[in-house]
């Protein structure tokens, strides 16, 4: 070996070594967006499978608000008329509803909830803020108010 050879050793070490470094700080980065990504998509996957879910849950929606009219209409021909038919035809009509996560929101004798009712008039009475009578059924459908109930609301005297 010659004296040129020993004196460009060190400085083809410390080249080296710089290389390694910066590829070794490369691949970290490349490591760390590559997790971003994969973290990105999974959320991406849970999203849509989320909305996917509720777009299923809540497809019916649309058509049960317009059959809900025709309900109100069939109850109140049924407190007129007091038809056997007519109320099992109510109770099927209740069941199919129930089994699409449709339920009525109970009303009478509670506390007037902003959230689920619609105050259409205020009554005076022996309590304030208590449901006197439903003017029309309110429904949930999963939880969430597709209808809002409108009720008479007492006033304290």
Do not use: C
Request: aromatic fraction near 6%.
């Amino acid at each position: 070996m010659k004296k040129q050879d020993i004196k460009k050793e060190p400085e083809q070490n410390i080249k080296q070594e710089a290389q390694i470094k910066k590829l070794q700080s490369e691949v970290e980065e490349l490591t760390n967006k590559w997790k971003r990504a994969l973290a990105d998509y999974q959320n991406l996957e849970k999203r849509i499978k989320a909305e996917k879910y509720d777009f299923i849950k809540f497809a019916a929606k649309n058509f049960i608000e317009k059959l809900l009219s025709v309900v109100d209409d069939l109850e109140k021909a049924q407190t007129h008329l007091k038809d056997e038919g007519l109320g099992l035809t109510l109770k099927k009509l209740a069941e199919l509803l129930a089994q699409e996560g449709v339920e009525r929101i109970g009303t009478v004798g509670k506390e007037f909830d902003i959230l689920t009712m619609e105050a259409v008039s205020v009554v005076l009475g022996v309590e304030d803020n208590q449901v006197l009578e439903e003017l029309r059924a309110g429904y949930t459908m999963h939880g969430s108010v597709i209808r809002p109930a409108q009720v008479a609301v007492s006033k304290k005297k």
